[in-house]
């Protein structure tokens, strides 16, 4: 018995210790024109150290590399990546865009969002799509 409850507590203590990277390479479709939200999204979350690496035109563009995101796993099992971009423009001027996707691990389905924290912007530009899981390779 006591043996039992031994191995069971070694079980349930290894539990989250096991860390899970899974890259997700995601085809979005915005609903606006102006390229806040790109047509592909290469997003890698580590389960066990809760952090995650994200890739986009954005990302590549102003970055030149994946860039760190925050993670979290919801109540609702989805996962939580945030990150944000600092953008110039022809004025030139910086604009800070917070990024914010949901990915669903059981149906693979994204949800992308941005807002733009220093700028009265209306109508946040958003995007919805499906997700594939790249086995053997992250951004990490």
């Known amino acids: 018995m006591l043996k039992a409850i031994i191995a069971t507590a070694l ?24 390229g806040w939200i790109h047509d592909r999204l290469l997003t890698s979350v580590d ?11 954005l990302v590549n563009h102003y970055n030149g590399a994946p860039d760190n995101a925050g993670f979290k ?4 099992g989805k996962f939580r990546v945030r990150w944000s971009v600092l953008v110039t423009d022809a004025k ?15 149906s693979n389905k994204v949800a992308i969002s941005v807002r733009f924290p220093l700028v009265n912007v209306s109508n946040r530009p958003r995007g919805k799509g499906n997700c594939q899981i790249l086995k053997g390779k992250t951004l990490f």
């Open 92 to 106: 030139p001027s910086t604009i800070k865009a917070n990024y914010e996707a949901q990915i669903d691990p059981k």
């Open 73 to 76: 796993v919801l109540n609702s």
């Open 11 to 34: 079980v349930i203590t290894a539990a989250p210790a096991i860390a899970e990277i899974i890259t997700y390479d995601c085809t979005i479709k915005g609903g606006e024109e102006r």
């Open 47 to 57: 389960t066990g150290s809760k952090s995650a690496m994200v890739l986009d035109g």
